[in-house]
């Protein structure tokens, strides 16, 4: 078990530029989180899907992010026109899910995100 | 809008002490309650979970939920070097679809 692969580890961009970053859940997980953490602001949550649809992505910043779940082994969240607060270290994580209790997030190791 | 809040924000502990470290937040119909830690550079990894009132107890570590005081701790005995790192209290609830809102953190460095 690989645990959940993130990729690239590391990415520079400049201002207005667009960034996409990937995530491949554990398998056999159902449910896939996206987060970023920031010294600032700390570890916040982004968006969420279940069996691939989109649930809530009520702390995605509406007008440039957007995520992605074409098949149950990869997502992706897109970064339209970068700026330099979206810096970060973007994490996802992957759990079960069922409509019972809450399973453990995994995280993987992040995606740094440096905006010029 | 779920509100959690950690204390202290740092604290040193000397090696083989107790310590503990406090999480409030503020919607009572939060559900699930967890203690992730995070070592520098790595990823945050679960340490424990509680889903009722009181109290859960795996090795060193004992946390208590008290929900009419919107209130979880994490307490850490016989504290060790490798306990050294960025400890995250998170909330979820089913209504919100198990994200999970984490607090701000607190850094422990444990001396020996």
């Known amino acids: 078990n690989a645990g959940v692969i993130q990729t690239p580890r590391h990415k520079v961009t400049g201002k207005g530029q667009e960034a996409t970053l990937w995530c491949e859940p554990i398998s056999g997980h159902s449910a896939v989180f996206w987060y970023r953490q920031t010294i600032v602001q700390g570890l916040e949550f982004l968006t969420y899907f279940r069996n691939q649809a989109p649930i809530d992505d009520s702390g995605m910043p509406k007008e440039r992010f957007s995520a992605q779940m074409p098949n149950q082994s990869h997502s992706t969240l897109k970064i339209q026109s970068t700026q330099p607060q979206d810096s970060a270290v973007y994490l996802c994580?992957?759990?079960?899910?069922?409509?019972?209790?809450?399973?453990?997030?995994?995280f993987g190791p992040g995606t740094r995100l440096t905006v010029l | 809008q779920q509100n959690v809040q950690q204390s202290p924000e740092s604290l040193i502990v000397p090696e083989g002490a107790r310590t503990s470290l406090n999480c409030t937040f503020s919607?009572?119909?939060?559900?699930y309650f967890w203690w992730y830690r995070q070592h520098s550079g790595k990823a945050p990894k679960a340490l424990m979970?509680?889903?009722?009132?009181g109290e859960k107890e795996e090795g060193r570590f004992t946390i208590h939920l008290n929900k009419a005081s919107l209130h979880f701790s994490l307490h850490i005995r016989d504290s060790q070097p490798s306990d050294s790192a960025l400890y995250l209290c998170a909330v979820s609830s089913y209504q919100g679809g198990r994200a999970l809102i984490f607090g701000t953190g607190t850094t422990v460095s444990v001396s020996p």
């Open positions: 994580a992957s759990s079960f899910s069922s409509t019972g209790d809450s399973y453990e997030q995994y």
């Open positions: 979970s509680i889903f009722s009132n």
């Open positions: 919607d009572s119909a939060s559900q």
